[in-house]
């Protein structure tokens, strides 16, 4: 209970920011994942929100806290924990290399192969990332002579672009359904629209035929 008036008050927070013309990164996260048809969809996936913050430390860690604390209270919908979860790992990579402390810099691997690493998981789905990642790790923890250095990084690269992959999933489905509404909302007006159109053309030939009887 304690739980659910905490984010109830975060919400409203959000909501009047987003009313007032002053939102804050949270609230543009927050006000597509509430779907709430009175906020226009943002239709750029989620975790592009930190181009905003161009490297940012201090804008940074107050999202960072901010997520953290829907990732916490927002319990009761799986997608939802999903969403702040993937979004705690992004934002976590974004920090660490606005600090200058990422393990992609301190890993000694040379640009090329960190190159190859990003070529191999771009563009990768959910699932796609999900099967590797199980492959590394397995390829981690065999005992055989490999580039354990190329592989530890490969992993730490993975889980954050398997994280954007899943808040890219989560975009795409909350787009199709808003758009499911909006299309919904447009048919509903439409058959008011129309049925109107009935009703008065009802109404002035009823209005004609009894004019039409009184005259004669």
């Known amino acids: 209970k304690e739980d659910e008036f905490h984010l109830s008050q975060a919400r409203m927070r959000s909501e ?15 006000k597509n994942l509430s779907m709430d048809g009175e906020y ?3 239709v750029q996936e989620p975790y592009k929100i930190f181009r905003n913050l161009n490297n940012n430390v201090e804008d940074l860690e107050e999202l960072q806290k901010d997520v953290e604390m829907y990732r916490d209270l927002d319990r009761t ?14 934002c976590q990579d974004e920090l660490e290399m606005a600090r200058g402390t990422h393990s992609i810099a301190r890993s000694g691997l040379h640009v090329s192969v ?18 590797l990642h199980g492959q590394v790790l397995k ?5 055989e002579v490999i580039d354990s250095e190329y592989w530890e990084a490969l992993l730490k690269r993975l889980v954050v672009y398997r994280a954007k992959a899943r808040l890219r999933e989560i975009h795409e489905s909350l787009l199709r359904r808003r758009l499911g509404e909006l299309e919904q909302r447009a048919w509903d ?8 159109e009935e009703d008065e053309a009802e109404k002035e030939r009823l209005e004609a035929l009894t004019s039409g009887g009184g005259a004669a």
């Open 40 to 42: 226009e969809f943002e």
């Open 114 to 131: 960190q190159q190859d690493i990003t070529t191999l998981l771009k563009g990768k789905t959910h699932q796609q990332l999900q099967t």
């Open 189 to 196: 007006e439409g058959r008011a629209a129309r049925q109107k």
């Open 77 to 90: 919908n799986p997608e939802h924990q999903d969403f702040w979860g993937a979004l705690m790992v992004v």
């Open 139 to 143: 390829k981690l923890q065999s005992g």
């Open 16 to 30: 009047l920011r987003l009313k007032e013309g002053r939102p804050k990164p949270i609230d543009i996260l927050f």
